[in-house]
T-cell receptor, first 114, second 116 residues
Framework: GAGVSQSPSNKVTEKGKDVELRCDPI?????LYWYRQRLGQGLEFLIY????????KSGLPSDRFSAERTGESVSTLTIQRTQQEDSAVYLC????????????FGPGTRLTVL | AQSVTQPDIHITVSEGASLELRCNYS??????LFWYVQSPGQGLQLLLK??????LVQGIKGFEAEFKRSQSSFNLRKPSVHWSDAAEYFC??????????????FGKGTLLTVNP
C-alpha cells in the first residue's frame, strides 16, 4: 500500500518568509509525528498527534513553529519568519496508534533558508 | 531520559566484508530498539526492531542485531556487505511503557561507505 508522503520534497526560501510543509500519513494510522534532522545530527522530535487528543508540542523549538492535523489525515507544519538555523530535513512519520512503537517515515522535505 | 550513542560517525568497509555498527542506549527499563537506514535523498526505512523475547533479531536485507542488556547495546551486523548497503544508519530507542511511549530517541547516525 501507499506509504507516508510529504510535499514539497525540496523548499528553498528566504530568511523571514513563512513556509508550510505537508504530510499525508498512511491511511488508517491514527498517530502522526514530525521530526527534524539537521546536518550531521540525529532526528529531533517536534510534535505528535494522536486522533483527536491534544497534540504533544513539547519538541517544537520556538513559537515560530506550529502544526495542525485535521482528524486522522493530512498534517501541515508551518514555520513563520524562517531563520537560517531552520534549514534541515523535516520528516513525518505515522503509526497505527500512539502506543504502537513502529513508525513509518516519509521521504522528508529538505528546507533551505537563504 | 533515554539516550542513544552511536560511537562511529563514519565507517568504510570493502564489499563482501562483514559489518558491525555499534549502538549503546540509556534507558531505565527494557526499551524498544530499532535500526533504520537512510539512503541519500530518501526517508528512513526500518531495518529491524526488538521488543522482547529472542535477543537476536533478523531484519531485511540480511541484517541482524543483538540486544545485550548487560552492555546496554544493540549492535547491527551483516556478514557480507553489498555496495547497495552504502547509506546512513540510525539506531533508535523508544519507551515501552508510560506516557511518552510514542517518542523515539535517535542516535546521530553512522555513515557507511562501501568500497568496491
Amino acid at each position: 500500500g501507499a506509504g507516508v508522503s510529504q510535499s514539497p520534497s525540496n523548499k528553498v526560501t528566504e530568511k523571514g518568509k513563512d513556509v508550510e510543509l505537508r504530510c499525508d500519513p498512511i491511511s488508517g494510522h491514527t498517530a502522526l509525528y514530525w521530526y527534524r534532522q539537521r546536518l550531521g545530527q540525529g532526528l529531533e522530535f517536534l510534535i505528535y498527534f494522536q486522533g483527536n487528543s491534544a497534540p504533544d508540542k513539547s519538541g517544537l523549538p520556538s513559537d515560530r513553529f506550529s502544526a495542525e492535523r485535521t482528524g486522522e489525515s493530512v498534517s501541515t507544519l508551518t514555520i513563520q519568519r524562517t531563520q537560517q538555523e531552520d534549514s534541515a530535513v523535516y520528516l513525518c512519520a505515522s503509526s497505527v496508534s500512539g502506543g504502537a512503537p513502529t513508525k513509518y517515515f516519509g521521504p522528508g522535505t529538505r528546507l533551505t533558508v537563504l | 531520559a533515554q539516550s542513544v550513542t552511536q560511537p562511529d560517525i563514519h565507517i568504510t568497509v570493502s564489499e563482501g566484508a562483514s559489518l558491525e555498527l555499534r549502538c549503546n542506549y540509556s534507558y531505565g527499563a527494557t526499551p524498544y530498539l530499532f535500526w533504520y537506514v537512510q539512503s541519500p535523498g530518501q526517508g528512513l526505512q526500518l531495518l529491524l526492531k526488538y521488543f522482547s523475547g529472542d535477543t537476536l533479531v533478523q531484519g531485511i536485507k540480511g541484517f541482524e542485531a543483538e540486544f545485550k542488556r548487560s552492555q546496554s547495546s544493540f549492535n547491527l551486523r551483516k556478514p557480507s556487505v553489498h555496495w547497495s548497503d552504502a547509506a546512513e544508519y540510525f539506531c533508535a530507542v523508544g519507551a515501552n511503557s508510560g506516557g511518552s511511549n510514542y517518542k523515539l530517541t535517535f542516535g546521530k547516525g553512522t555513515l557507511l561507505t562501501v568500497n568496491p
